[in-house]
């Protein structure tokens, strides 16, 4: 059975995706970016960006019956490298123990104020082997 998981983005209406779909033990998170949904208010600050989007990753993923120690593949999107070092800053923080396969791609998101953008995919009870 598959279940999708919505985190209120009016984004998700628009655009027609879930945040997350789970489909048995695995959880795949769509892109998330740096909004902070409850406000619709994105920050100017790369890092704030960074610490929202994995916020509402690991929202979906409790919703999911999973968390970030699941994670095995990530995929983060920045726009600019002169925003690599804050990124990373925050994602070694939540990921340093974690250790997933990942990969980072300097490109261009749909709004301007976005300046980066994290996907990832989970197996619940990865984190506990």
């Known amino acids: ?5 919505s985190s209120g983005s009016p984004f998700e209406t628009r655009i027609g995706y879930s945040r997350a779909v789970v489909d048995g033990d ?4 769509s892109g998330t970016t740096g909004y902070d949904y ?4 994105m920050p100017e600050d790369v890092a704030a960006q960074t610490e929202n ?3 509402t990753i690991g ?3 409790h ?9 095995v593949r990530v995929r983060y999107y920045i726009t600019d490298m002169a925003n690599y070092d804050a990124t990373v800053e925050v994602l070694g923080a939540a990921f340093a123990d974690i ?12 709004m301007p104020e976005m300046k980066v953008e994290i996907e990832v995919t989970a197996r619940i009870g990865a984190g506990a082997t």
């Open 53 to 55: 989007a994995l916020a």
């Open 38 to 41: 409850a406000r619709m208010e």
């Open 1 to 5: 059975m598959v279940k999708r998981i």
């Open 26 to 29: 695995m959880v795949y998170v």
């Open 99 to 110: 250790r997933p396969a990942a990969t980072m791609i300097v490109c261009g998101l749909i």
């Open 59 to 61: 929202k979906a993923l």
């Open 63 to 71: 919703e999911a019956g999973s968390s970030l120690k699941d994670v």
